[in-house]
């Protein structure tokens, strides 16, 4: 039987609720600096089995309007960000951002990219604290994968955070979505940490609370759909129905498929990531002032 393969918590809603309420689980939509927000809450044990998903918040940030270039899409979305993520960072304490994946494929170097887009200031504090003694210390690291660097990616990120004792981590990672549309459209921010290469149905050590004992804090953006998923989603559209049996055991079954402007995409949303996550670790600072520290 034909899976349709997904990460992000707002396509699990539509594909499981079909149109009805989910026990456990909270849909909600709203707007986020003129963005469509969609907030999904799993509120319990049966909410989580329901979904699919773990216990937690998940919003889905629409950035459509980033990707037509419309006016003040750039500044709105760092805010949106930045605005998403504050209420689920503990106050105060060093904080780790990973950018999860290989930076030299493109649809999964979202997270390497963004950490690249990152102000670090944990070394910066004690070099110099009359600049930089009221910033938070935060430290970034882009772990790699396993293919290329012979250790898991959340075992590096498990010894660099109890190392320096952080007290949060946020991951980046590229993520799997259902329909084109939302490709390099959309961020998803959630407080149940990530496994990396879930995407693509390569499961690794999941960096959570449980693994890391300090909140995560995931936050993705989906890069890539899978091939079976899309023409079983194509062929509905055009009123045929889906051969489940036939579509899984497809030649094409095993592509994944990327938008061919997929450089100019990734680079763009990394530094909105980049640029959101240090907004909301450095409330003091503002959008011009960031530029010229981070550019």
Sequence with gaps: MLKRRTDLALEAHELRSEGAALPGVECRETQAEGFPLTTVRVADREGAQALGKPEGVYHTLDLTALERREEGAFPRAVAALADLLSPLLPREGDVLVVGLGNRAITPDAIGPLAADKTLVTRHLIGMAPEHFGSFRPVAALAAGVLGTT?????????????????????????????????????????????????????????????????????????????????????????????????????????????????????ADLAKVIGYGITLALQPKLDLAGLEMLVE
């Design 150 to 266: 012979g250790v898991e990616s959340g075992e590096i990120v498990k010894a660099v955070s109890e190392k320096i004792g952080t007290k949060a981590v946020i991951a980046v990672d590229a993520l799997a979505a259902r329909r084109v549309e939302r490709l390099c459209a959309t961020v998803q921010v959630c407080d149940t940490g990530i496994a990396p290469g879930s995407g693509v149905g390569n499961h690794r050590f999941a960096l959570d609370r449980d693994s890391l004992g300090v909140p995560v804090i995931a936050v993705g953006v989906p890069t890539v759909v899978d091939g079976a998923t899309l023409a079983a989603d194509l062929l509905e559209e055009t009123g045929r129905q889906a051969d489940p049996e036939a579509l899984a055991g497809a030649p094409g079954a095993t592509l994944m498929v990327t938008p061919r402007d997929i450089d100019q995409r990734v």
